[in-house]
Structures are given as structure tokens and as C-alpha cells.
């Protein structure tokens, strides 16, 4: 069975767009993403939206939720675009000592927001600076604005006054799909937490 994208103009979305026409702004591409939970409910992994369908097709996941956006359709069958997918069987995932720590993913696990501040933060810093014998770890490193960053430098956060909400942790192995993934959609969130 062949899966296209829909085209309000009842064009064939295979072929070419005229030059100078704008995409469909409410079709969702078939390189979406969707998170894909075991079938304890655990974040496993992010699949294409393609992928996800062929899963659902086959009888190896269901759909926890979709959005109203139809993403594939056939002579006989539409699927709305799914966000969330679960397995209906239960996969074991090989254990992994530690998620690998990254710019990006502590970034993510901060919610993009300034350990120091709250604003949106663009950076990451230290909280006991390298130059003092600290170490590149999950449990060292949070996000920050560079203002922040700028202002902190090589202190400590004693030497300032400051306190940090919440101390920086590495993601459990359940919440590494949040730091691996590229930006977690908002229909993602509750399953994360859950799992974080």
C-alpha cells in the first residue's frame, strides 16, 4: 500500500509544487516526529511519522494520540498523524550506564530556561567552574543566558549569593528520550514527566 501526503487542491503530493507556491502549512511533512512509548508506558524512542504508521498497520503499536492533521491516505484508508504511539508488546531496551551528556541535551532537560534567572537560556555553564575543579558532568552543568553566564564566570555560586532551584541531575534512563530527542513536542510532556 502506498502512503502520500494530502493536498487540499487534490494535487498529487509526489509530484513537483509550481514554482513560487507556498506547502500546505496545515500538512504535517512524513519525516514528523513521534514519540514512541514501550508498552509500560516508558519513552523508547522518536520514530518518523511514516514509521509510526507502519507500526500501527501492522499491529505493533496503537495510537495514544494524533493530531487532526491527516497524514496519509490511500484509496481505502486515511490515518490522522500520530503524535504518541505505544508498542503492544513489551520491548526490553539493553542497559545502558549513562546517557551521554551533551549542550544540547542539558539544554533540553532544563526546559531551555537559566538555572540562575529563568530567562531563556542560550548556553550552558559550569556551576563549579573548570578553571576550580569542576567537572563536564549531567550533576555540574545547567543552562543558562549568557548574561548570567557572563556575570558568574569562574565564581562560585556562594562567592555570588546565588542558589540554583533545583540540582542538576542526569536524566533518568526513562527520560533520556526528552534529552535525546529534538525538541519534545507539547503533546509529549505529560509522557516525559511521567517518565522523568
Known amino acids: 500500500m502506498k502512503y502520500r501526503q494530502p493536498d487540499p487542491d487534490g494535487v498529487d503530493s509526489s509530484q513537483e509544487p509550481p514554482p513560487g507556491s507556498s506547502p500546505n502549512p496545515g500538512a504535517l511533512p512524513t519525516g514528523s516526529r513521534v514519540l514512541l512509548l514501550n508498552a509500560t508506558f516508558e519513552p523508547l524512542a522518536v520514530v518518523t511519522a511514516k514509521r509510526a504508521v507502519v ?4 499491529g505493533k503499536a496503537e495510537c ?3 493530531s487532526p492533521v491527516v497524514a496519509f491516505h490511500s484509496e481505502n484508508l486515511t490515518v490522522n498523524a500520530p503524535t504518541v504511539m505505544r508498542l503492544s508488546r513489551y ?18 532537560r532544563d526546559g531551555r530556561r537559566c538555572a540562575y534567572c529563568s530567562r531563556r537560556a542560550d548556553t550552558i555553564d559550569h556551576v563549579i567552574p573548570r578553571s576550580r575543579g569542576g567537572t563536564h558532568t549531567w550533576e555540574n552543568c545547567v543552562a543558562a543566558c549568557r548574561a548570567c553566564n557572563s556575570r558568574k564566570a569562574d565564581r ?20 533520556a528520550a526528552l534529552v535525546l530527542a529534538t525538541e519534545p513536542l ?11
Open 55 to 58: 507500526l500501527l498497520l501492522s
Open 64 to 66: 495514544v494520540e494524533e
Open 91 to 108: 520491548v526490553r531496551v539493553p542497559y545502558r550506564r549513562s546517557v551521554p551528556m551533551t549542550r544540547a541535551g542539558v539544554l533540553r
Open 156 to 175: 562560585l555560586l556562594e562567592e555570588l549569593g546565588w542558589k540554583l532551584a533545583k540540582p542538576p541531575k542526569a536524566p533518568s534512563r526513562a527520560g
Open 186 to 196: 507539547p503533546a509529549w510532556e505529560p509522557w516525559l514527566q511521567a517518565a522523568a
